[in-house]
């Protein structure tokens, strides 16, 4: 028994030492920066996750895991201007310049995050708020009256209760995927990710969304009032809405177009595929 | 004369007050405040002028060059240093790598900006032009494969496939307007198609140069 | 070299440089971007007060200034020309987001908008006590409308006339409207001021 027990102990000891050295060479920075209002912060990551959340004071808390010593953080703050940078030092890659950020700012800060690998966060600001990622899962919620930028290659795109402002997302491959989303300007122009809005098309704004392949699919509640234009040039349109017609010069193909208004056609929606399905969904 | 007509006849008092006024403002401290407060917020805020110290984010003026150059509008020196606060290790591969799809890109420019009739007449010429702008294009894409893998080898599929992807959304583009030069809609996925190509080649640039 | 030889020698080095732009120059075009950049940016951002904003709107000042070069025949200061430019690229953005950039009399504010009118005892006076930062703070607070006007006029130093022209209105709602934005600002300084002597 007692050496059944040493034994179970020694293995307790390797498994924590294990867990220790995986730990080795990951150091932590608390970074703290006085700014007045509306500041501007920007956090260029090459590789790892950096999530932006409202502080309650004027200051940006800026916690960083450093994965190795072969990264560290360069930062300069000027005025009222924050800038964090990642700088990879040689011989570092994916997984030895990773740099995982946590950023508490002012609500009202303008906020920019470049990434390759992500993901990228914020939630709950009403500064601007631009991201910009290769492969990085973008994720925003809760801004209001503030613009929304978003541009990735491959990484998927994810809104959710963004409130008058512009928003304007470009993805190439990644799936953008729009959630209680209105303002008086939402663009969204994809290459084959896929589009999926699912709102009400509000506040008399514009929605354009367009793909290139990418499939998309637009819900919104019986009271929607809008003014809608869909086409696919290769690919089928289907619309559960009992349109209005309208007088317009737009070619109405069936099964690949159609137009028309529902309600006081508040809001202009123009849903454009070349080759993709597009779906105008009742809830 | 009252406060109200005071404040009434006020925002007309630029050049100075009338007799009347200046009696009002002599007996009246709240009127008299007012308007030294009004004309303190007036005067210091011309030296807000003298805060012009903030700067635009360097990536402004990257822009403005991009599109001067797409709208031909600049030409740049053969050998010298090509921008004053360009970073040196890029000096080498600026012409070269983005240059393909700056022509692809003046290219939808100047096409999406001409009026329909204009592109109608232009037809016969969209077909040659194209095909040597896609002959440019392709060496570009090689040549900007061939700097993501020397720098960022595990990146070099993935900018491969989009800029299959995208080239394919062009292809594709260019035949609908080439269909119907009029139709606003082609031209709008031309362009694009054409800013979805510049950003592949902005976000090689940024991300895999160190 | 004295000032004024100086700012002669720059004036000779803007000439040469238009001169090389509008041969299609770039040193040239981006030696005229940085001499000018800070003032356009700094007006673009007193009249948003968004980043993010300003520098799309410097981007538009500079790419309509150098399309347009080859028009400069230097009947005023090129700065001047870039100047109003710049406003006017603001002033459309503003139309463009349907935000008013005048206001119409009486019309559009908001109640929280208005100037409020005085209760109570008497603050004490605002004169010799503002400070520029301060200052700043409140005119970013300022809605669009009274930004605008106040901007223009007060800190970039257009006549109601010029305002009117550009804008767009009649001078006595130019005049009306900046007496309301000053009314704006001396409220919001106020408050702020006593946000402060409230703190310990």
Redesign the interface.
Known sequence: MMLNSTRAAKVVVILALAGTISAVGETRQQLHFKVGRKPNI?INN?YGAVSVKPGAKREVVVTAVLHSDKVEIDQSHR?NRVDIVSH?LAGA??STGQVDYEVLVPADANVTL?S?TGPLHAEKLHGDVVM?G??ADVDVRDVSDAHVHV?T??GPVTLTDIRDGHVEI?S??GDVVLTSVSGPLVEV?S??GKIRYDGDFGDGGEYLL?S??GDIQATAPSYASIDVTA?S?QGQVENDFQLQPKHTSFPIKAGSAFAGTVGKAASSVRL?S??GKIHLKKR | MTCEEFERV???N?GGHTIEQKSHLNSC??CS??V???????E??????????????P???N???I??RQ?G?????ES?PF??HSQPRRRRLVWLIPAGALILLMFGVVQYKRAPVQLAAQKPVLSSATSEIADASSLDDQQLLEVVSKHAP??RA??A??LR??N??IR??EE?VKIDPNDE?AQ??LM??Y??KS??YE?AM??SL? | MTDARKSQAQKISEVELIERAKQ????A???L??LH???V??LC??MTANTAA??DL??EA??QL??KIGTFRGESAFSTWLHRMAVNVVLMQLRKKGLPVVPLEDTIETEEEAPRK?LGA?DP????S???LQ??RA?EDLPPGYRSI?VLH????YE?NEIAEIVGCSVGNS??Q??KA??K??EL?KTSRAEKARKP
């Not at chain 2, 030294?36 to 007036?42: F, G, T, V």
């Not at chain 2, 509008?73 to 020196?77: F, H, N, Q």
Request: proline residues 4%; charged residues 30%.
């Open positions: 920007s090459q005025g990879l890659d994916q470049t390759m910009e290769n492969t541009k290659l491959n470009t190439l491959g122009n290459s084959s367009t290139h392949t086409r040039e454009f070349f080759s | 006020l925002p007309e630029e401290s709240p405040d007012l030294a407060d009004l004309n303190a917020i007036s210091q805020a011309r030296f807000l002028r003298d805060t012009d110290t903030d700067e635009p984010n990536r402004v003026w822009s403005i060059r599109a001067l709208e509008l600049i030409r740049e020196p010298a921008l004053v595990a990146m993935s900018y496939a989009n992807d995208v394919s959304y594709d583009a609908s809609q709008k996925y694009d198609a800013e979805q950003i592949v976000m940024d991300r160190p | 299609g120059d770039a040193e075009f981006e030696a971007y940085h950049k800070r003032r940016y700094s951002l007193r300003a520098e410097t981007q500079f790419l150098f399309r005085e008497p006076s605002l004169a010799g503002i400070d520029r200052l700043q005119v106040f007060d800190v970039e130093g109601h005049k009306s900046l007496h000053r009314l600002l001396r300084l």
